[in-house]
């Protein structure tokens, strides 16, 4: 595509991806800490909740590297599936205390979408969904935390319900979504 292309904003600011995320929370919880304990019980819901309150340095180091693993997922779909193995930036936002991965180069709608939602699927959903097998306390706590997480890349997921998959896009520079061009 040209770079003259009509350009449509589907982005919002972090600010308000960070207050969407926080309200998803209440649903999230709703439905799976009930589902938990309908399947096990509550006493291994609160042994996992216990084991990270135990071991507080094991569990922050365990939060990091879920959130440096969510973004690396971010970058490393978006380069294997376009191909463009130098087009990613990753840092932190301070004023809105969101780590990022931007993706600098234009990349089709569906390659964008398969790296919105993989880190919410394979460090959030995955986890929670074999602690809801297996009856982990903590591994469910963890899958809640990146689950919950993922909750702006929800966001920016449910901004491009309406766009196809071979619209290029172009990864916003400063908030949660991006640039259609069509």
């Known amino acids: 595509m040209s770079e003259n292309n009509a350009m449509l904003d589907k982005s919002v600011s972090l600010t308000t991806a960070n207050i969407v995320t926080m309200v998803l929370a209440i649903p999230l919880l709703a439905i799976f800490v009930p589902l938990f304990i309908f399947i096990w019980d509550a006493e ?93 306390g903590a591994l469910f706590w963890f899958g809640i935390l990146f689950t919950w997480t993922a909750g702006g890349d929800a966001i920016i997921w449910w901004l491009l319900r309406d766009v196809p998959n071979d619209a290029e896009i172009e990864d916003h520079p400063s908030r949660a979504g991006c640039y259609v061009y069509l």
């Open 44 to 136: 291994r819901l609160s042994a996992g909740a216990d084991a990270i309150s135990t071991y507080p340095l094991i569990a922050i180091g365990l939060f990091i590297s879920g959130i440096v693993v969510h973004e690396l997922l971010h970058g490393i779909t978006w380069q294997a599936l376009s191909g463009k193995w130098d087009a990613v930036k990753y840092g932190f936002k301070w004023t809105a205390l969101a780590p990022y991965a931007h993706m600098k180069a234009r990349i089709s709608a569906g390659q964008y979408r398969v790296g919105v939602w993989m880190p919410g699927m394979v460090v959030g959903v995955l986890p929670l969904v074999i602690s809801l097998i297996i009856g982990n």
